[in-house]
């Protein structure tokens, strides 16, 4: 039988009984006994051309294992389309009782919906072992459904054909999905007439979208503003107001407000008014916040004025020159800061490049990030083409699976010192000596390589150091 299944499998139109026989050397009777064993079993099916039975593979669902594991509601017709079964779900989906359907043809169900002659095509297509699967509209009970009917080819215990027509109920998922779209609609809408700053941060305070008027006052289109940190937008000395906001929003009371001091775009100091509004998971926490932000620079200028209009002018103008000091002394700070790391940078990136040794740093699936210029002029590739290298380019030695397993093993802080080799881009493989070391950054590990050529021999038995050209 199983060389029966696989002759049927590479000629999928079919084959009679004799072809059987004579391909597999069988007498007739016995391939014919055979097949109709199969097809009790549901492995083959059989077509009648004249007087020659044409058998060839069909995939047909048991209708004892149907019943068993299918979850949808099912009506079971023989091969004359009448219904021989049917599930509790079709009965309460349709709202009828098992007498108006059981013993009657599919198209003579007495409930509109089987009065389209698509159900009759799909209950005969899979009688003969074709799936087929439509969506129809139609008033049941006084409600408009949306149900989708799909087409499946069974076999009875007795080995006669059959189709079972699977219900899907897609009345709900479409109305959802209708409420969703004009959901979107009107949040576009809003987001295109809102002249109001609003960001999208997750529960680490990090950003993931910013409307135009907020990509304006950053100066950072919507992209560039991505992942950066909410806090950074405002000065350092105030991002202690920023997390005192946090400890106030709970499920009770899910925003804070407050008035945070900004440096505007063209250096002079500003006000902003927001409001830190929580959105919450199933479990109560916190998975995202929604922030609502506008420049109240101008009020707060105007509140300013209206409380010292009851001072005198001296105190005004002393109030005032304390402000624009205090204003260019965190300004003073900020641009400070600024420099100061600017030129550690620079420092860092100068030493990292000038190191006496090679130096590649590499991520996880083995891709150079970062390679000085050392390890540049020692293998011969500029450092932007080390960035496009993997491991595997450089260190012939170091196969994927080696690579995998150094990485299971591997933890911050852990330190290996061998001898290896690598190879130059003209093809030339250097002995090296290698420290490798594994590192954490933020929440990323990477793996760096440390490298120093280690002397050769020449033809006199005198040591030398490979050239780097």
């Known amino acids: 039988m199983i060389q029966i299944k696989e002759l049927l499998k590479r000629n999928p139109r079919g084959m009679s009984i004799t072809e059987i026989s004579s391909a597999l050397h069988l007498h007739r009777n016995t391939a014919a006994k055979y097949l109709d064993t199969l097809k009790l079993r ?28 299918w979850p949808a509601p099912l009506i079971i017709c023989d091969l004359r389309l009448n219904t021989v079964m049917v599930t509790e779900g079709i009965l309460s989906l349709l709202g009828c009782s098992l007498d108006v359907m059981y013993g009657v043809l599919i198209d003579e169900i007495p409930i509109s919906l089987f009065k389209d002659p698509r159900i009759r095509e799909i209950c005969h297509n899979a009688v003969q072992g074709e799936t087929e699967t439509h969506t129809f509209r139609a008033t049941i009970r006084k409600k408009e459904m949306r149900i989708r009917i799909q087409g499946i080819p069974v076999v009875f215990d007795t080995g006669r054909d059959g189709a079972a027509l699977a219900f899907f109920d897609e009345t709900g998922h479409q109305s959802t999905s209708r409420e969703l779209d004009l959901l979107k609609q009107q949040y576009a809408a809003l987001k295109t007439g809102q002249r109001e700053y609003i960001a999208h941060l997750d529960n680490k305070l990090r950003i993931t979208y910013i409307n135009a008027p907020f990509a304006t006052r950053t100066q950072r289109s919507g992209k560039q503003a991505e992942g950066l940190p909410f806090t950074s937008l405002f000065p350092a000395q105030i991002l202690h107001e920023i997390e005192e906001l946090l400890p106030e929003i709970t499920i009770a009371s899910q925003s804070a407000s407050a008035d945070l001091m900004m440096i505007r775009n063209d250096g002079t100091v500003g006000r902003e008014q927001w409001d830190l509004r929580a959105i919450f998971d199933e479990q109560g926490g916190i998975a995202a916040y929604h922030a609502t932000g506008r420049d109240i620079t101008e009020l707060y200028r105007c509140r300013e004025q209206l409380e010292q209009y009851h001072k005198n002018f001296e105190e005004l103008i002393e109030d005032r020159t304390r402000s624009l ?31 006496s040794d090679s130096i590649l740093i590499l991520n996880e699936e083995g891709r150079i990030i970062r390679a000085n210029q050392t390890a540049s002029t020692l293998l011969g590739y500029t450092t932007e083409e080390l960035q496009a290298l993997h491991v595997e380019t450089i260190n012939p030695s170091i196969t994927k699976s080696i690579w995998k397993e150094m990485w299971v093993d591997g933890y911050p802080g852990k330190r290996m010192r061998t001898r290896s080799i690598h190879r130059m881009r003209n093809g030339r493989i250097l002995h090296v000596d290698v420290s490798r070391t594994f590192v954490r950054f933020l929440d990323q590990m990477y793996f760096c390589s440390i490298a120093r050529p280690l002397e050769e021999k020449d033809g006199n038995g005198d040591q030398t150091i490979p050239s780097h050209s």
Request: hydrophobic share 45%.
């Open 42 to 69: 549901g492995d083959v099916d059989r077509k009648e051309i004249g007087t020659a039975r044409n058998y060839f593979l069909v995939q047909r669902i048991p209708v004892s294992s149907l019943l068993a594991y």
């Open 325 to 355: 000091q205090e204003a260019n002394r965190m300004l003073m700070a900020t641009i400070r800061e600024k420099e100061e790391l600017e030129r550690e940078l620079l420092f860092i990136q100068f030493a990292f490049d000038h190191a």
